[in-house]
């Protein structure tokens, strides 16, 4: 007997979306998006998907960073990985952590209302500690 999980609420509709993004991904293959870049000292063309594309701008962003060098930091650290793979770890990293994160600040929140104080919560991350397959740097 398998094991369901059922989702409700905004749990049920993030994954929707997400299913919905698997599916219209699958239907056109060729959506690949391939950028070119100077890394150290070789030209080098990455292909990720338009959302893998979306989702590295948007955390660059949030970091503080220019794409291209958020690439050259990971391609520093990435050892054997290939680079498009190094970014797709990474960003698993960050929005892993940043997570863990706000579900910690969620636990205090949850706590300090029982107590009847305040907890100050952030939706924007401070600074974390995210790991490329071999190596990890704080930004």
């Known amino acids: 007997m398998a094991d369901s999980f059922k989702p409700s609420g905004q749990g049920k509709d993030i994954l929707n979306s997400a299913l919905k993004t698997v599916e219209d991904g699958d239907q056109d293959a060729s959506r690949m998006v391939r950028r070119h870049f100077r890394l150290e000292n070789r030209r080098t063309s990455i292909c990720l998907h338009p959302e893998e594309w979306d989702m590295f701008d948007m955390v660059s962003k949030r970091l503080g960073y220019d794409v291209k060098a958020l690439i050259n930091e990971i391609d520093r650290t990435r050892g054997d990985s290939s680079v498009p793979s190094a970014m797709r770890v990474f960003m698993l990293g960050y929005w892993r952590d940043l997570?863990?994160?706000?579900?910690?600040?969620?636990?205090?929140?949850?706590?300090?209302?029982?107590?009847?104080?305040?907890?100050?919560?952030?939706?924007?991350?401070?600074a974390i500690k995210v790991a490329a397959r071999s190596g990890s740097f704080t930004v």
């Not at 997570?99 to 952030?122: D, F, L, P, Y």
């Open 99 to 126: 997570a863990r994160m706000n579900a910690g600040r969620a636990a205090q929140a949850s706590a300090a209302a029982t107590e009847g104080s305040s907890v100050m919560t952030a939706s924007t991350p401070h």
